[in-house]
């Protein structure tokens, strides 16, 4: 999904091509990001501003300024062979694993027309979800549950593209409740269907590694819309399949 487009009062002061190869990465992708008036924020895909190259480049980036926060914390990163390659290995898991889903555009979905006009409850999951807290940058483990009311208008998607769609969703920087509204509208946007339920229950570590070390810290988030909101009987189904599936 695009960036949202938010009320920047900044027009930036022109750069010119030139002048532009001499910054670093970020901060010619945070140019033309503000140049179009793009919402940036953590959970924000940014793929489009992104031009070849750029991504290695950020990469390298964020290593150095990793190095600088361990220098901070008073490592010795250079006696110490643990934390040699830290900031290494810390910027290559963010760029392209663990924040991987804020760098790249959307994977290929084929959609197909409902030929066979199904229009019966559908359940995706559990979709295994891997995300990390925008406060602490710590991990979020979890599941999601897809339910879907087609109709003869809507387009249906491969069943292995709901995950792959969910995983570039929760590979951000994220607060639960935003994760389960960003993925109920790309797939609403998708598929078009006449109902449209998600469930998500995922465990917080920033609750067991600091803070409260609750060690019963499961959040449960749900999203309803179209047919499951005016239907109870069709949310009591979805409800109870699901949680046959657990
Ligand atoms: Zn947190």
Not at 199 to 225: I, L, P, Q, Y
Request: overall charge negative; hydrophobic content about 40%.
């Amino acid at each position: 999904m695009p960036a949202q487009t938010t009320n920047l009062p900044t027009t930036p002061i022109f750069r010119s091509e030139e002048e532009l190869s001499r910054l670093p990465a970020s901060e010619r992708i945070r140019y033309r990001l503000v140049g179009a008036e793009c919402r940036y924020h953590a959970n924000d895909n940014i793929a489009a501003f992104i031009r070849e190259g750029e991504l290695a480049e950020l990469e390298s980036e964020v290593e150095a300024r990793m190095q600088e926060v361990l220098e901070a914390l008073v490592i010795d990163t250079d006696s110490d062979h643990n934390t040699n390659e830290t900031a290494k290995r810390v910027a290559r898991m963010f760029l392209t694993e663990v924040f991987r889903g804020r760098y790249v555009p959307i994977p290929s979905v084929t959609e197909f027309p409902n030929f066979s006009r199904l229009n019966e409850l559908m359940i995706v999951g559990p979709v295994k979800v891997r995300s990390a807290c925008s406060h602490h940058l710590c991990p979020i483990l979890g599941r999601v549950w897809i339910g879907i009311l087609p109709n003869e208008h809507s387009n249906l998607i491969g069943l292995s593209k709901y995950a792959r769609i969910c995983e570039w969703i929760m590979s951000r920087p994220q607060i639960q409740e935003e994760a389960v509204m960003m993925l109920a509208n790309e797939l609403q946007v998708r598929v078009k269907p006449d109902g449209l339920a998600i469930v998500m229950e995922a465990d917080h570590f920033c609750m067991h590694w600091r803070g409260v070390r609750d060690d019963e810290s499961m959040m449960t988030n749900s999203v309803m819309r179209g047919a499951f909101l005016k239907d109870a009987n069709l949310r009591r189904e979805f409800l109870s399949l699901l949680s046959k599936k657990v």
